[in-house]
């Protein structure tokens, strides 16, 4: 059985700093590009960044500069460094698993934390 949880969520103030963990069993965690997406109320999911099986990263304009994505495979968890942080970076932070399959990609996402930045 896949899982992917999420952790590491919270309220924090306007500068402040969180690091958000998704830890994955039941998958070859190594050969997936791992990702981090975002959703707040009344809009639309979003990529915030992701990093491939070799490390190549990639990040959303609203946080380049602010965010680091990072991966353990010894530990099959993803990371994501947030600093300075705004109150618009506040949403439900998604982990999200994706690698090719046989008939197309496989994927899979986690429950969900939230995050909300506000004094």
């Given at each position: 059985?896949?899982?992917?949880?999420?952790?590491g969520?919270g309220?924090?103030?306007?500068?402040?700093?969180?690091?958000?963990?998704?830890?994955?069993?039941?998958?070859v965690?190594s050969?997936?590009?791992?990702?981090?997406?975002?959703?707040?109320?009344?809009?639309?999911?979003?990529?915030?960044?992701?990093?491939?099986?070799?490390?190549?990263?990639?990040?959303?304009?609203?946080?380049?500069?602010?965010?680091?994505?990072?991966?353990d495979?010894?530990?099959?968890?993803?990371?994501?460094?947030?600093?300075?942080?705004?109150?618009?970076?506040?949403?439900?932070?998604?982990?999200?698993?994706?690698?090719?399959?046989?008939?197309?990609?496989?994927?899979?996402?986690?429950?969900?934390?939230?995050?909300?930045?506000?004094?």
């Amino acid at each position: 059985q896949v899982q992917l949880v999420e952790s590491g969520g919270g309220l924090v103030q306007p500068g402040g700093s969180l690091r958000l963990s998704c830890a994955a069993s039941g998958i070859v965690f190594s050969i997936y590009t791992m990702g981090w997406y975002r959703q707040a109320p009344g809009k639309q999911r979003e990529l915030v960044a992701k990093i491939t099986s070799g490390g190549s990263t990639n990040y959303a304009d609203s946080v380049k500069g602010r965010v680091t994505i990072s991966r353990d495979n010894d530990k099959n968890t993803v990371y994501l460094q947030m600093n300075t942080l705004k109150p618009e970076d506040t949403a439900v932070y998604y982990c999200n698993a994706v690698a090719p399959g046989v008939i197309g990609p496989v994927d899979y996402w986690g429950q969900g934390t939230q995050v909300t930045v506000s004094s």
